[in-house]
């Protein structure tokens, strides 16, 4: 875990990205698109108010790109950050390229360069933000501003 003034810089920086996805993953039309269930129960507890889509539900990733593309939808794509994650995003993006939508691949990657390899899979997400906002002192739903009694 990182450490002091690093955890410090760290989670502001994790904050400040998390409150903007989650800004934008308000407006109509929006799915994040995870690998499993864990993960998306992970993105879940940090609060997107979007729609988590499933990679491994029993689809194909073809039929699974089918099933997204929508005019005028943006699609998140948050898979691992490790090697199969990295594949996924990389052939699902290929699916995708042709079909009307707006694709999100960047989230998925500064993500990855805050977490610095701490986090690998999206499923330790909310447990790696949780333990670094209190190695700082304060609970997450504070830091990211959930908190119903502030």
Request: with cysteine; net charge negative; aromatic share 6%.
């Amino acid at each position: 875990m990182t450490k002091g003034a690093d955890a410090a810089a760290t989670l502001a920086e994790f904050v400040e990205l998390w409150q903007k996805f989650r800004y934008e993953c308000g407006a109509p039309e929006t799915v994040v698109v995870v690998e499993g269930e864990r993960d998306r129960r992970s993105v879940a507890r940090l609060g997107v108010p979007a729609r988590i889509f499933v990679l491994h539900g029993g689809r194909t990733l073809a039929q699974s790109a089918q099933e997204l593309s929508r005019p005028g939808r943006r699609v998140v794509v948050l898979t691992d950050w490790d090697t199969e994650g990295g594949h996924l995003a990389h052939r699902l993006s290929e699916f995708l390229a042709p079909e009307p939508v707006r694709l999100d691949l960047e989230t998925r990657r500064r993500l990855g360069r805050i977490l610095r390899g701490e986090v690998v899979h999206v499923e330790g997400l909310y447990g790696w933000a949780r333990r670094l906002a209190e190695s700082q002192g304060d609970a997450l739903e504070v830091v990211l501003g959930d908190d119903p009694t502030g």
